[in-house]
């Protein structure tokens, strides 16, 4: 197929299987006694610093951040915020995931997640899987 690069069709055909379609995580929260903010137990800053270390070890950034709530009534919400830019980091995460969540506030919630989509690749981070493809 890419005939005297044999190698090219090796990276391309690992480049598609590692191809990710979102990032996320979820914690189960402890309900704080007022119904008004989960404890520290799956906040989302423990959430946002998370999701934005695996985010930048695989050198991906997205513009949809979606919020998943489980209440204490098992009801679930989903809350999504596509924006203008892409994210990454945990400040970014984090400034964008709680205003999703003081939206719904007063909530007694069960389980709280965060996820990024529809990323962009680290172009540095490409290279360098394709480098140690070649070497491999």
């Known amino acids: 197929m890419f005939g005297e690069y044999p190698f090219l069709s090796a990276v391309t055909e690992s480049r ?26 799956g906040s ?16 991906l950034h997205g513009p949809i951040l979606t919020l998943k709530l489980k209440t204490s009534s098992f009801e679930v919400r989903t809350r999504a915020l596509t924006l203008q830019k892409y994210i990454s980091s945990r400040d970014d995460i984090y400034k964008y995931a709680s205003k999703l969540l003081k939206a719904e ?32």
């Open 105 to 136: 506030l007063p909530i007694s919630l069960r389980l709280i997640g965060l996820r990024v989509s529809r990323f962009k690749e680290d172009k540095r981070w490409a290279l360098h899987l394709i480098q140690h493809r070649k070497h491999s």
């Open 16 to 41: 598609q299987k590692l191809k990710r379609e979102c990032v996320g995580g979820g914690k189960v929260v402890n309900p704080a006694p007022d119904d008004t903010v989960p404890d520290s137990t």
């Open 44 to 59: 989302p800053d423990e959430l946002a610093e998370l999701l934005s270390s695996d985010m930048q070890k695989e050198g």
